[in-house]
């Protein structure tokens, strides 16, 4: 019998127990094998998986099946490992999820062996109840993750080169970063008091433990802070807007870096292609109280009438390699190939964002990768077209020297700051238009 696909599974209700004898958090297994699929089979967003959930599934299970899926995406190529053993042949994708899903609760999570045996059996087609009961006992009794290359095991070879060539030894630190879950980093309103807990972080951000929830803190829907990693805040710090200016900020939504604007006192254009996401900026400013104004338009062909700006903000699409941390499921979906052409859009938005400066304008060029081509290789294009770069001195982000390059540019990795917790990767580059 060819093997269901999970997404079936998801809706079917067990596939083994007769009802009344449902192992105990089969739903949760069932929805994180629905997370899985969708990344490995159908390479679709985690997040977007997510949203696809049965609105029926309580918020208990639908956060335990993301923290069984996002171990999964981190540590996949050390649970092969592992698995690697126990198995004779290659199973069906979904048999194969659910064993990535049992050895990462038995290694990782801690789940009590009975219970991560238990349910994981559940929710195989039913003739690999056998072969999966079978290898995760195993797993159970002898499997281990001690001694393997795990950083290398657990990140794309394509990934592991470009690194390598970019940034030396460091991409050792750079993998084992992508091991863990991240600190949640907000912002805060200018004059408000920080959630208990949360700690100051040298260049503004407050940071509280990984695994805390947004919404469990006290001030959100009252729009005393955002979301935004200490990384994220800093390229719209280092355009040092006044109150008043005339800012452009490209490619915008969700809205951190337009509230940091806005929070600033600039007069904000925001600009974002998206129209799900365009909404989503709008009620950002609307539940922190911040003004701006949102223009649903793509970036590369706006021409707004007046005067230029006074400051741009670029914060192009990328392959978002810089915040694997926070989104596990990235290496599985990007391909080297991606990279060229998200280059080259970032390249023509750079172009359109060029025009929108009054002379002697600024500009902030960022992207949350960590690959050269999104970032340094941008600079020369950059110089070409007329703008000259404004270096960034390291006295500017105290704390942080360590992020800022010798040609003046920002380059933050999640090594860096490994003792408070790490960092998103982030290039930033500033300019100004004669
Ligand atoms: C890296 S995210 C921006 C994050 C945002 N600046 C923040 O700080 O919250 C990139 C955004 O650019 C949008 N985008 C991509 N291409 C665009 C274009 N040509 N014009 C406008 N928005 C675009 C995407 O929909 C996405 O919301």
């Not at 958090?25 to 049965?54: H, K, Q, S």
């Not at 994981?120 to 109840?129: C, D, H, K, L």
């Not at 095991?153 to 992508?178: C, E, F, K, N, Q």
């Not at 081509?373 to 703008?387: D, F, Q, S, V």
Request: neutral net charge; hydrophobic residues 45%; aromatic residues 4%.
């Amino acid at each position: 019998m060819p093997p269901r696909p999970p997404t079936a599974a998801l809706q079917r209700s067990p596939q083994r127990a007769s009802p009344g004898r449902q192992a105990p958090g089969v739903l949760t297994r069932n929805a994180a094998l629905a997370l899985l699929a969708a990344v490995f089979e159908r390479r679709r967003p985690i997040e977007e998986a997510l949203d696809a959930l049965p609105s029926t599934l309580e918020a208990r299970d639908r956060g335990a099946a993301h923290r069984i899926a996002a171990a999964v995406l981190r540590r996949a190529g050390s649970l092969d490992a592992v698995l690697e053993p126990f198995l004779r042949r290659e199973p069906p994708p979904v048999v194969r999820a659910a064993l990535r899903m049992g050895a990462a609760e038995l290694l990782l999570l801690g789940t009590p062996a009975h219970a991560a045996v238990a349910a994981t059996v559940e929710v195989v087609p039913r003739p690999f109840a056998g072969l999966v009961n079978a290898v995760l006992r195993k797993v159970a009794a002898e499997g281990s993750l001690e001694g393997l290359d795990a950083e290398r095991l657990d990140t794309p070879p394509w990934l592991w080169s470009a690194w390598h060539a970019a940034y030396g030894p460091a991409v050792r630190a750079i993998a084992r970063a992508h091991q863990v879950p991240a600190p949640l980093d907000i912002s805060l309103k200018p004059g408000v008091t920080p959630p208990e807990g949360a700690v100051e972080l040298p260049t503004g951000s407050w940071r509280l433990p990984a695994g805390t929830r947004a919404a469990d803190l006290p001030g959100l829907a009252e729009g005393q802070f955002w979301v935004q990693d200490a990384a994220a805040a800093l390229p719209a710090k280092l355009l040092a807007v006044k109150p008043g200016e005339r800012v452009a900020d490209l490619c915008a939504a969700p809205g951190g870096k337009t509230a940091q604007l806005a929070a600033a006192g600039a007069a904000v254009t925001a600009v974002e292609r998206d129209p799900r996401r365009a909404a989503r900026l709008r009620e950002n400013l609307a539940r922190l109280g911040l003004d701006a104004v949102v223009l649903e338009t793509d970036a590369a062909t706006w021409q707004p009438d007046g005067a230029g700006f006074d400051a741009v903000l670029l914060d192009a699409p990328c392959s978002a390699t810089g915040i694997i941390r926070r989104h596990p499921d990235i290496p599985h979906l990007k391909r080297q190939s991606d990279i060229t052409s998200l280059a080259e859009t970032q390249a023509r938005l750079l172009e359109q964002a060029i025009r929108l400066l009054r002379p002697g304008g600024r500009m902030v060029l960022a992207t949350c990768s960590l690959q050269p081509e999104e970032g340094e290789a941008h600079l020369a294009r950059a110089e070409a077209l007329g703008l000259v770069p404004d270096p960034i001195a390291p006295t500017e982000l105290p704390g942080l020297e360590e992020a800022v390059t010798p040609r003046g540019t920002l380059r933050t990795r999640p090594d860096l700051w490994a003792d408070r917790g790490g960092l998103d990767g982030f290039f930033a580059a500033r300019f100004r238009r004669l």
